[in-house]
């Protein structure tokens, strides 16, 4: 019988990248599955659900509270929305008009990418601090002003040298009374990232669900519990059950998707996290054994400082006849596509384990090969 995938003439990918939303995000568990399809025995009140399960969320990281949402971007979009109106109906129902209200994001230069314009979304307004020497302390307190709605902060903070530690960010925001909204997207692991930012006194932070388990469509937005129930209010639950008009409608997420939120962060927090490495282990080993030997090609683990969940291969193009970039085209373009992360600076790619479908590394191998000769 021909896979929905055939039937569509569409490509199968090895996904060797890691949790990327373009790839479909990651596979949940048979754990998880279970109770997403449990959850479809009855129709259930979302509210009801959407609340239940902030709370179980809130009690499992030690926090004050908790929202289910469609993805770290639509967390960081309803948390900057509740930021900038407060907890006046009459805000929250004209969000994105931000007039009269303070909208500004202050930035760090050195932390931009391209999904904090999710922040605009609801009448945020982005300003970029610092220069290309780096952010002081000085520049974000002469940055604070009367506009200004919140500070944002992307996780860990250490993308480009010259970032103000996110501490530092912390004390002085809140010694002019403003908010820190953090990304802490893919910042999962070690487990304690899913709270310590918030009790380092981040007043929001936001996550994407699919890095501990869930659907690539899920995430969440844990914080202050003032601003995460205006943040509810701003979402499609409280677009739902409140009676406001507000901005959030389209963000919607459905039962199967929240239960897998919550089911995935309890597996997330419980599982053997040292089993786990193990066994990714016990791949790279024979990924490394399968492309051992092969000229113009060192291999080594993959991060290089931390517990290997990959295998990183530098390729001499003077060797090999090829760059990384041409060999990484030539996976792609394969049946099935492979894809695996890129080290432009580094002449090199990376095969992670974390998303890859056991024994799939042996396609892998031969690919590679096949490629290299």
């Known amino acids: 019988m021909a896979s929905i995938f055939e039937e569509l003439n569409v490509r199968p990918v090895l996904n060797a990248q890691g949790n990327r939303t373009l790839l479909g995000g990651g596979t949940p568990s048979e754990t998880v599955r279970a109770l997403m399809d449990d959850s479809e025995e009855f129709y259930v009140n979302l509210g009801e659900l959407m609340d239940s399960v902030g709370h179980r969320i809130a009690d499992m990281l030690g926090v004050e509270a908790a929202l289910v949402t469609s993805g770290c971007s639509a967390a960081l979009a309803v948390g900057a929305a509740a930021i900038i109106s407060g907890d006046d109906p009459a805000n929250i129902e004209r969000i994105p008009d931000t007039t009269g209200l303070r909208s500004e994001i202050l930035i760090q230069r050195q932390l931009r990418v391209r999904y904090d314009r999710c922040m605009t979304i609801p009448g945020g307004k982005l300003v970029e601090i610092g220069d290309e020497d780096g952010t002081t302390v000085d520049q974000l307190d002469a940055a604070i002003g009367p506009e200004t709605a919140a500070i944002h902060y992307l ?35 070690p487990t304690d990232l899913l709270s310590s930012y918030v009790k380092m006194g981040a007043d929001l932070v936001a996550y994407g669900a699919k890095y501990f388990g869930a659907v690539n469509s899920s995430g969440m937005l844990t914080g202050r519990k003032d601003l995460v129930d205006i943040a509810r209010t701003h979402s499609f639950i409280g677009f739902e059950d409140s009676g406001l008009r507000s901005f959030g409608r389209p963000m919607k997420v459905d039962r199967q998707e929240v239960v897998a939120v919550y089911g995935a962060l309890r597996e997330w927090l419980t599982m053997n996290h040292e089993d786990r490495f193990a066994a990714y282990e016990i791949r790279i080993s024979s990924l490394r054994s399968d492309l051992a030997g092969i000229d113009g090609v060192k291999l080594s683990d993959y991060p290089s400082d931390g517990p290997a969940e990959g295998l990183f291969i530098e390729v001499d193009a003077d060797v090999v006849g090829k760059t990384a970039a041409e060999v990484i085209e030539e996976l792609r373009k394969g049946n099935p596509s492979i894809w695996v992360r890129e080290h432009q600076d580094d002449n090199g790619l990376a095969v992670r384990m974390l998303t890859l ?17």
């Open 155 to 189: 996780a860990p903070g250490d993308r480009n040298a010259g970032a103000l530690p996110i501490e530092t960010v912390i004390e002085v925001g809140h010694a002019h009374d403003v908010p820190i909204i953090v990304d802490a997207a893919g910042q999962v692991y």
């Open 357 to 373: 479908k056991q024994d799939s590394e042996e396609i892998i191998a031969r690919r590679l090969r096949e490629i290299f000769s």
